[in-house]
């Protein structure tokens, strides 16, 4: 009895030794889990902060823009120029030539053409400097049929990407300081999706300026040139009259 006695109470004893050991460990977790959140909370209410506050940027330079509050650094109007001309040729080898040599006189570039047996077509790229000599010259080289001038004014357009995506990259080396001293795995990840959204309308954002600097800087001249009626490049065509009357009779 005594044997069994002493081992009840060794048993016993261990037993409320390991209940103490496991109670203090996991108070001790329970601890260090509050102190990590208590840390982390400051940071992820800075990501939310300048995330809030990059959207109420956008909004405030948009509405800025719109009703004309533009500072004296951005005043020079952003114009899309772009023209379209027919004329009536002799020849359509000629005409090609002479549009080839005017496009490169002005450091342009013929971006896409095509060529009918009457007909000839060509999309024409001019620095917008020159738009208005351009338009002027290439009247000469043939009979004006019909001439149209278009100007599109996108400085409200321009000037708002622009702060925006000026905005956008503040937010972006800002998600990329608070990832580097970010603790938590949980937090990680809600920054890392944070940045990749911003990185993501970034690229969007400068591709989108990149076009329409580009409309801006180069205009855009659709020229077509017509060979006069009822001729071909083998001379004149006389009409096939049994065919006409025909034709007239239905």
Not at 101 to 115: K, N, R, V
Not at 142 to 163: A, P
Request: charged content about 25%.
């Amino acid at each position: 009895k005594t044997i069994f006695k002493k081992l009840f109470i060794f048993i016993l004893t261990v037993s409320i030794a390991l209940s103490f050991i496991a109670c203090s460990k996991s108070k001790s977790d329970y601890v260090q889990t509050e102190m990590l959140a208590e840390e982390a909370a400051p940071m992820m209410k800075a990501v939310n902060t300048s995330v809030k506050s990059a959207a109420r940027a956008d909004s405030t330079a948009s509405n800025s823009i719109t009703s004309g509050d533009i500072s004296s650094s951005q005043k020079d109007r952003k114009l899309i120029k772009n023209g379209s001309i027919c004329l009536e040729v002799e020849n359509l080898a000629n005409a090609e030539k002479s549009i080839t040599e005017w496009c490169q006189s002005f450091d342009g570039y013929i971006a896409s053409s095509y060529t009918e047996e009457t007909r000839s077509s060509f999309s024409v790229k001019i620095p917008a400097k020159d738009f208005d000599n351009a338009m002027t010259s290439i009247g000469t080289f043939g009979k004006v049929k019909s001439r149209n001038i278009f100007t599109q004014d996108v400085t409200e357009q321009f000037y708002d990407l622009e702060t925006r995506l000026e905005t956008r990259k503040i937010l972006q080396e800002r998600l990329q300081e608070y990832l580097s001293n970010a603790k938590d795995i949980k937090d990680m990840i809600q920054i890392e999706n944070e940045l990749n959204n911003t990185i993501s309308e970034i690229e969007s954002m400068e591709g989108r300026m990149r076009r329409l600097s580009d409309q801006i800087e180069f205009s855009t001249i659709s020229v077509t040139v017509d060979l006069p009626y009822r001729t071909t490049e083998q001379g004149f065509q006389w009409p096939e009259f049994g065919k006409e009357f025909r034709y007239f009779i239905s």
